[in-house]
């Protein structure tokens, strides 16, 4: 079974400064990776996903990500964070030939003034 | 689209009481899913429908969680009894084959509080 490790509960980031939050994961078979955003109180919302081709996979909110197959991991970045950025933010991993999602634990993203 | 649809958004009950959670997936799509969120276990898959049929019900905690989905545009999970430890969020989402099939659009939840 698929497994994802995000290495942050928390991270608390100023405004227009940079951010990464990291993702691991392990799976024996070959797998398609995703970032979701939480907002307060709402729903998940894709950000972005890996599915096959370049490992640099840009998404919604000038958000991006990059895929790294030596080191099983899919970190996430952005260059200048704005305050609407708060929010719960999760790495999530599902095997190619299946529709079952595994989720990390979360990463609380801060963004203070 | 109206996105998935969630219903009630909110529930409280009292422990050993009927609960259930109704969904309504977007048009189209194929793919329905149940899961549920908590501060200890974080995010997880309870079962997944594909044309209305069950097909992955492992993460169903017990037979007191029950989920059906009678036809393509609904969808319910009930929980009888209820327990305190079942307080959680709950998840709907949805996808359809093809095009950005790999992609789960999620509903804004059910947050159930059993007392």
């Known amino acids: 079974a698929q497994s994802v490790t995000q290495l942050d509960s928390q991270v608390p980031v100023f405004e227009e400064a940079p951010v990464e939050l990291r993702c691991n994961y392990s799976?024996?078979?070959?797998?398609?990776l995703f970032w979701y955003v939480q907002y307060p109180n709402q729903g998940l919302q894709l950000l972005l996903k890996?599915?096959?081709?370049?490992?640099l996979v840009k998404g919604i909110n000038g958000f991006e990500a990059e895929f790294n197959k030596s080191q099983t991991s899919f970190h996430l970045r952005k260059p200048s964070v704005h305050i609407s950025d708060t929010a719960e933010y999760f790495c999530?991993?599902?095997?190619?030939?299946?529709?079952?999602?595994?989720f990390g634990a979360g990463t609380t993203v801060t963004v203070r003034a | 689209d109206a996105g998935v649809i969630q219903s009630p958004r909110h529930e409280v009950t009292e422990m050993g009481q009927e609960v259930t959670l109704r969904c309504k997936p977007i048009?189209?799509?194929?793919?329905l899913f149940w899961y549920r969120q908590t501060m200890m276990r974080g995010l997880e898959l309870l079962i997944y429908?594909?044309?209305?049929?069950?097909?992955?019900d492992s993460g169903m905690p017990e037979d007191r969680f029950s989920a059906k989905m009678p036809n393509a545009s609904f969808s319910t999970l009930k929980i009888q009894p209820s327990e305190p430890r079942d307080s959680a969020v709950y998840f709907c989402?949805?996808?359809?084959?093809?095009?950005?099939?790999?992609?789960?659009?999620f509903g804004p939840g059910t947050r159930l509080l059993v007392l």
């Open positions: 989402a949805s996808t359809k084959p093809g095009q950005g099939m790999e992609t789960q659009y």
């Open positions: 799976s024996s078979v070959s797998v398609y």
């Open positions: 890996y599915l096959s081709g370049s490992t």
């Open positions: 999530a991993v599902r095997r190619s030939n299946d529709y079952k999602l595994s």
């Open positions: 048009s189209g799509h194929d793919y």
């Open positions: 429908f594909n044309n209305n049929v069950p097909i992955d």
